[in-house]
C-alpha cells in the first residue's frame, strides 16, 4: 500500500485559514499564528516551479511578516529543490516518516502499567494538554489559547485528539491526528511531560489515535520521530519505513 504523503501535505494546508496557491505551491496561513512549524507551503506533487515562482512564495511570506519556509517529500517533487537552492533556501532538518495500516497495527503491551486514553471534552482539558506539549516540547511552543483552539479544532475538523490525565489534575501526555486526506493522516505533536515519561504514555497514545483513524475508513496513518528511543515506541504499535521530508527555510 503507497501512502501519499505528499498529495496529503497539499490537502492539509488548503484546509489553513488564510491558504494560498502560489505557482506551484500551496502555502498554509494561520492568522492566529506566526509560528512558523504552522505557517509554511508545500509544493504540488510533480512540480516544477520557476525562479519567478519562487520570488512570488518569498513575497507572500515577507508579506505577513513570516519566515519563508517548506514541508514536502523531495521524491514527489524533485523538480523543486534545486529551485529552492538557488533562491538560498538551507536545510533546516531531513526526516524519516514512518506509516501505519490496519495490517501492521500493533498492541503496545503495556500490561500492568496500563491507563485510561481520553479524549479532551472541556475547555479545561483541551488548556491542560495544550501546557502538557508545551512542556513535553521543552517550552518551545509556549501553550496559549490559540494553541488550545488549534487542538479543538482538530477533533472538531475530523481529527482526533487524546491524553493521558495526570495523576494530580492536568495532562501527562498526549498527541493530536489530523483529518484524513488522500486516504491518509498524520499523527504529530506526540509528547509526555517529563515527569511521566518512560511509563508508555506516547505508545498508548500513538496506538489509540493509529486505531481511532484507520477506524474511521483512512487507509493509512503516519507520523515522524525525533530520536532512535521514539522511533523504537512508534515500531512497537505499527509503524514501518515509508520515505523522507525535506525542511528549509530561508534567513531574513
Known sequence: MRTDVQSFSVAHLLRRPAAREVG???AGFDPATTSPYVNYATPFPGAAPTDRDVADLIAAFRERGLTPRL???PDAAPAVEPVLRR????TE??????????ATLAEP???AGSFEVESPATDADYTALDAALSAAFGGEFPPSPEGAA??????EGGGAVRFVRAPGGGAAGGALCSAPAEGTAELAGVGTVPAYRGRGIAAAVTHTLAATLLGRGARSVWLEYSGEGSRRVYERVGFRPGGTRLYVSLDA
Open 150 to 155: 488549534r487542538l479543538r479544532r482538530t477533533e
Open 93 to 102: 532538518e531531513v526526516h524519516e516518516y514512518l506509516v501505519c495500516t490496519p
Open 87 to 90: 533562491a538560498g533556501f538551507r
Open 71 to 73: 514541508e514536502f517529500a
Open 24 to 26: 506551484g505551491f500551496v
Open 109 to 111: 503491551g503495556l500490561g
